[in-house]
């Protein structure tokens, strides 16, 4: 399974931004994909996930009403719609693939390369 995100930039405090994560090869179907976001210095995050197969999602508190996670299936790709943003919210953000809907790093072998977002205030 390879995935590729893109959609990162800079935008300004309060503006949306919408990150995406082509998946490719093998069988994923039976996947939850996922968003995590990192800074330097610290751990990278859980996000958000959905489940490929069914659409059902879920959202870290910090950001549930703000980010929206999604996935089409017809084009294979994932979603990060961020609206609202904050300077707290610049991150380079990572997509993640594997069985386990998991908030942990070590529950996924297939990861995307990263995507900057920066967040101006």
């Known amino acids: 399974v390879q995935l590729q995100a893109s959609g990162g930039g800079l935008v300004q405090a309060g503006g949306s931004v919408e990150l995406s994560c082509k998946v490719s090869?093998?069988?994923?179907?039976?996947?939850?994909m996922t968003w995590f976001r990192q800074n330097p210095g610290k751990e990278r995050e859980w996000v958000a996930s959905?489940?490929?197969?069914?659409?059902?999602?879920f959202v870290e508190d910090s950001v549930k009403g703000r980010f929206t996670i999604s996935r089409d299936t017809r084009v294979n790709t994932m979603y990060l719609q961020m609206n609202r943003l904050k300077p707290e919210d610049t991150a380079v953000y990572y997509c993640?693939?594997?069985?386990?809907?998991?908030?942990?790093?070590?529950?996924?072998?297939?990861w995307g390369q990263g995507t900057l977002v920066t967040v101006s205030s």
């Open positions: 090869g093998g069988s994923f179907s039976g996947y939850a």
């Open positions: 993640a693939a594997d069985y386990s809907l998991s908030r942990s790093t070590r529950d996924y072998r297939y």
């Open positions: 959905v489940r490929w197969a069914t659409g059902n999602t």
